[in-house]
């Protein structure tokens, strides 16, 4: 399962509320301008609540700072990281 998540998370079979979570953090993560009260109420709908939607928030905000803060400063990945 992790393989086809990582190959493409859309079509790797997941339940609709994980793939709800997903399609919010990718829209934080590409586009955050554009969210809004529609895509919370989104994951309520598919069963969030506002303390998971809180976390997901978090999460997501925090990998951006800190993939801001390791570019802003030229740090490199490390070894083990394969490389795209």
């Known amino acids: 399962m992790l393989a086809r998540v990582e190959e493409d998370w859309r079509t790797a079979g997941l339940?609709?509320?994980r793939v709800a979570m997903l399609e919010y953090t990718e829209k934080?993560?590409?586009h955050?301008?554009?969210v809004d009260e529609k895509d919370v109420d989104t994951l309520r709908r598919a069963g969030f609540s506002d303390r998971d939607i809180?976390?997901?928030c978090e999460v997501v905000a925090y990998y951006a700072y800190?993939?801001?803060i390791a570019d802003g400063l030229g740090v490199s990945l490390e070894t083990w990281l394969p490389a795209d």
Do not use: F, G
Request: charged content about 20%; overall charge negative.
């Open 15 to 17: 339940s609709s509320s």
């Open 28 to 30: 934080l993560t590409e």
């Open 32 to 34: 955050p301008w554009q």
């Open 54 to 56: 809180l976390d997901i």
């Open 66 to 68: 800190v993939n801001r």
